[in-house]
């Protein structure tokens, strides 16, 4: 008896160990079994993105980001590594990123990271993102444990959700605000007969003028 209340409490103390710690950028702890919402899209940098192409349009890489770091909360270094459980993914991909190795999954199941060493006191991001199909509502659902040879560490899961449209309507260079760029890649759209659904401004189902219009009045609109 006396031994498996040993053993029981052994797996309490690995399950509570709080050697390393979720938190937010500012080093703020994110409590364990806690769930947190991801839905600020961010574009990727491509430097062979085109505007102007319809595919192009249609297949840019979107990305959530987690929005996890990890503290070492001992003075002196130490090492660990995260378990990811993706639960839920409707479309699209999972990328994580740790010591310069990065990994793609675009299936439900159970995954591990390799190890991350960090030094002491120190935070160290979780780079890692949810890319959804751009046309697409979804969400995914990924429950992330921390794991070392202290123990088994917190356990956070991040909801992130994804709403067709939910980027910049007419922010077509991607760099977070609509201008006099996006009106003259719309003006260049249209002559050059490269037009896609995302330069449907009017919402008609036909782009022409009236788009360029529309997107010079939200300009000065928002002035």
Partial sequence: MG?????????????ADGTFQFCDKDGNVIADGATVTRDKV????????????PEDIKYFKYQIPTGLWIKNTN??????????????????????CVAGQCRNVDAVGEY??????????ALENLDSEWSPNSEKDGK??????IVSSHGVGPKVTVNYVHTKGGSTKGD???????DVDDV????????DGKTATEH????????????????????????
């Fill in 172 to 178: 077509f260079n991607g760099n977070g605000k609509i």
């Fill in 75 to 96: 003075a002196s270094n130490g090492t660990c590594k995260v378990k990811y459980n993706i639960k839920q993914m409707d479309h699209g991909g999972f990328q994580i």
């Fill in 140 to 145: 995914c659902v990924i429950e992330f444990q």
């Fill in 3 to 15: 031994l498996l209340v040993s053993a029981a409490m052994g797996t309490a103390q690995a399950a």
């Fill in 42 to 53: 961010e574009k990727e940098e491509n430097p062979d993105y085109d505007p102007k192409d």
């Fill in 200 to 223: 449907d401004i009017d919402g008609n189902g036909v782009v022409n003028v009236s788009d360029v219009t529309k997107l010079i009045n939200t300009i000065l609109a928002a002035q």
């Fill in 112 to 121: 591990e990271t390799g190890s991350m060493d960090i030094a002491g006191n």
């Fill in 184 to 191: 003259k890649v719309l003006i260049q759209a249209i002559v």
